[in-house]
């Protein structure tokens, strides 16, 4: 660039050609700054990661960029969470996952719903389809992944709940579906009998009707 500036004016001596100097600075300010504003927006920084935002409203994708603002996340999902403790919630075409912060899906992007992540499980749903407002799945089998992947709980609760020291409530399939309690390992320490059960994290105790 200094090549290409020396030919109009003497870089060593700018003030001989303050007009010239300063319009050639201009010009490659704003190619610098078009380089890094290829994204319609970005987030503040969360686990060294940013989201940023290419496209128009209501097509926008999303991704990732690093401190150095290299992209380390292809810009191509239609939702993205912030990082929590390296893992970071994505959803595309309708369908919901985790992503490390190298953009290795550590939950593939195929399954109909994954909630957040409660003492290292997170609640993730197939089969089912949308509510009425296109957001939580209705008519699907639950079960309970860990942050590698893993399986550890079945698909075959029809709803779950996060878990809160070491316990989960649950609720069973069919049209007489009750509730009950498992433990991580997803043993149900509670057998599925009840209509309603509310758990108290403060007390550790549960009412159960």
């Known amino acids: 660039m200094n090549a290409i500036i020396s030919q109009y ?3 060593k001596n700018p003030l001989k050609d303050m007009k010239k100097y300063l319009f050639f600075m201009c010009v ?3 190619v610098q700054l078009s380089a890094q504003t290829k994204y319609v927006s970005k987030s503040i920084y969360i686990e060294d990661r940013a989201i940023v935002k290419i496209g128009a409203h209501p097509d926008y994708k999303y991704g990732f960029v690093d401190r150095d603002g290299n992209e380390v ?3 191509k999902y239609d939702g993205v969470e912030d990082f929590n403790n390296g893992l970071a919630r994505v959803s595309l075409n309708h369908k919901y996952g985790y992503v490390d912060k190298h953009g290795n899906e550590i939950i593939p992007v195929i399954y109909t719903f994954v909630k957040r992540f409660s003492e290292g499980l997170v609640e993730v749903a197939i089969g089912g389809e949308r509510d009425e407002y ?4 209705i008519n699907s089998e639950w079960g309970y992944m860990n942050t590698k992947g893993e399986l550890i709980i079945p698909f075959k609760y029809d709803a779950t709940s996060a878990f809160e020291n070491g316990i989960a409530i ?3 399939g069919g049209n007489d ?3 009950g309690l498992i433990n991580i390992k997803g043993e149900e320490i509670t057998p599925l009998k009840y209509d309603r059960i509310d758990y108290e994290e403060e007390t550790g105790l549960a009412k159960i009707t």
């Open 9 to 11: 004016i003497d870089i």
């Open 28 to 30: 490659l300010l704003s």
């Open 73 to 75: 996340i292809a810009v």
């Open 134 to 137: 296109g957001d939580m799945p």
């Open 170 to 172: 649950v609720r069973g």
């Open 177 to 179: 579906s009750k509730e």
